[in-house]
């Protein structure tokens, strides 16, 4: 089964989430349960559009991969350091 991995994050009681193997796919919402609600669908919006296009998929890394990868350790260290009380997760998205 393939998998995808999310960055969730807060700040100022927002919550926003992004998929470091999908560039561009973000989405948000009012609480983190919401966010990742949301970037399901905007996540399945995105490769539905990559589908009609004719684009390639990525090829999806795992975890190990991800955090040797300088691009996603600049993102985790920019979503640590939004705020206090920030949540910085990896989600599987089924």
């Known amino acids: ?6 960055l969730l994050y807060e700040e100022n ?3 926003g989430i992004s998929f470091p193997d999908f560039p561009g796919c ?3 919402g009012g ?3 919401e966010a990742l609600r949301r970037g399901r669908g905007a996540l399945a919006f ?4 990559m589908v009609e296009d004719g684009d390639a998929m990525p090829r ?3 975890l190990d991969e ?3 990868d300088r691009d996603f350790r600049a993102d985790c260290h920019a979503c640590r350091g ?3 009380g920030q949540s910085l997760a990896s989600q599987h998205l089924a």
């Open 13 to 15: 009681g927002s919550f």
């Open 31 to 33: 609480s983190a349960e």
């Open 82 to 84: 939004r705020s206090a």
């Open 26 to 28: 973000i989405s948000g």
């Open 66 to 68: 991800l955090r040797a």
């Open 46 to 49: 995105h490769i539905a559009g």
């Open 1 to 6: 089964m393939a998998m995808t991995y999310a």
């Open 60 to 62: 999806l890394r795992g």
